[in-house]
Nanobody, 127 residues
Framework: QVQLVESGGGLVQAGGSLRLSCAAS????????MGWFRQAPGAEREFVAA????????YYVDSVKGRFTISRDNAKNTVYLQMNSLKPEDTAVYYC????????????????????WGQGTQVTVSS
């Protein structure tokens, strides 16, 4: 059974940092892009960042560029999201995801179907 388990969320003041982790188990997603999404209260889930299997290609939503960094460790089947200079508008539940298609690129992760979602981890940024 495939599981994506996120961790690292919490409460932080504006300007602070958090590092999210997402560990996959049940299978190895060889050659798959992986990504992060978030959902704020009363809002739709939105794409945040994605990374190719090799790590050589990354893609971010404009609102987090220069502040968030996505990375992965394929030996550990884990993807990370380093979040710096956090703002109150970053408050949301953050989910990691694996797309249905192995051919999904980092750039297309936000618009292609997702096969697996994690359970989410809450990030709250106070002003």
């Amino acid at each position: 059974q495939v599981q994506l388990v996120e961790s690292g969320g919490g409460l932080v003041q504006a300007g602070g940092s958090l590092r999210l982790s997402c560990a996959a188990s049940g299978r190895t997603f060889t050659f798959y892009t992986m990504g992060w999404f978030r959902q704020a209260p009363g809002a739709e889930r939105e794409f945040v960042a994605a990374i190719s299997w090799s790590g050589g290609s990354t893609y971010y939503v404009d609102s987090v560029k220069g502040r968030f960094t996505i990375s992965r460790d394929n030996a550990k089947n884990t993807v990370y999201l380093q979040m710096n200079s956090l703002k109150p508008e970053d408050t949301a539940v953050y989910y990691c995801a694996v797309p249905e298609a192995r051919a999904t690129t980092a750039r297309s992760m936000g618009v292609n179907p997702v096969a697996y979602w994690g359970q989410g981890t809450q990030v709250t940024v106070s002003s």
